[in-house]
């Protein structure tokens, strides 16, 4: 048998329409005032102190004022010294009857025995130099900064449209048989 089928589908058609949301919003009233922190600092520094007045006084390196004072007085002893040794040599000169070795032995002694020195080794100077510290000190004045915001909100306005699917037969389905032979051989 000769059968000719043409088939059709369906077809579905769609309408489509997009949801649509749209916002408003004004402009934000935003306003920001800063005040900077500060910090005042006083600083004093520290002082170290060194007094050598009395190890260099010990080695001979006086203030002069110093220096005249020692030195006046050992000039007063040595002024008296000699006052009283050319007395006494003066008072043995004058004892005529005690003998006349006051002469030679004075001469000796003016002569070398009173420029005799006893020598030691020492080691100088004997006392430190005195030490002190002033402290030094930090003072901190900090101001606190500030940070001043204004924020009035704002309305927010929304409109949302739906979206929409329309769904409809765009094209019916169908099917078309078609005898297309020359002989029909139907036995029953």
């Given at each position: 048998?000769?059968?000719?089928?043409?088939?059709?589908?369906?077809?579905?058609?769609?309408?489509?329409?997009?949801?649509?949301?749209?916002?408003?919003?004004?402009?934000?009233?935003?306003?920001?005032?800063?005040?900077?922190p500060?910090?005042?600092?006083?600083?004093?520094?520290?002082?170290?102190?060194?007094?050598?007045?009395?190890?260099?006084?010990e080695?001979?390196?006086?203030?002069?004022?110093?220096?005249?004072?020692?030195?006046?007085?050992?000039?007063?002893?040595?002024?008296?010294?000699?006052?009283?040794?050319?007395?006494?040599?003066?008072?043995?000169?004058?004892?005529?009857?005690?003998?006349?070795?006051?002469?030679?032995?004075?001469?000796?002694?003016?002569?070398?025995?009173?420029?005799?020195?006893?020598?030691?080794?020492?080691?100088?100077?004997?006392?430190?130099?005195?030490?002190?510290?002033?402290?030094?000190?930090?003072?901190?004045?900090?101001?606190?900064?500030?940070?001043?915001?204004?924020?009035?909100?704002?309305?927010?306005?929304l409109?949302?449209t739906?979206?929409?699917?329309?769904?409809?037969?765009?094209?019916?389905?169908?099917i078309?048989?078609?005898?297309?032979?020359?002989?029909?051989?139907?036995?029953?």
């Amino acid at each position: 048998m000769d059968l000719k089928i043409n088939i059709i589908n369906g077809l579905i058609g769609m309408n489509i329409s997009q949801g649509k949301m749209n916002i408003d919003y004004g402009k934000s009233n935003f306003h920001m005032q800063t005040k900077n922190p500060k910090i005042n600092m006083e600083i004093t520094q520290p002082k170290v102190n060194i007094d050598q007045t009395k190890p260099l006084g010990e080695i001979g390196l006086k203030k002069i004022t110093d220096f005249i004072k020692t030195n006046v007085e050992k000039g007063k002893q040595v002024c008296l010294q000699g006052i009283s040794r050319i007395v006494q040599q003066g008072n043995e000169l004058a004892m005529i009857e005690a003998g006349n070795t006051a002469i030679p032995r004075q001469s000796e002694y003016n002569a070398f025995d009173q420029y005799k020195k006893e020598v030691n080794v020492d080691f100088i100077p004997k006392s430190r130099p005195e030490i002190s510290l002033e402290e030094g000190t930090v003072k901190i004045n900090f101001k606190k900064g500030e940070v001043n915001i204004e924020n009035k909100p704002q309305e927010v306005n929304l409109d949302y449209t739906l979206g929409k699917v329309e769904i409809y037969l765009k094209q019916k389905p169908f099917i078309d048989i078609e005898y297309i032979g020359n002989k029909l051989d139907i036995k029953i």
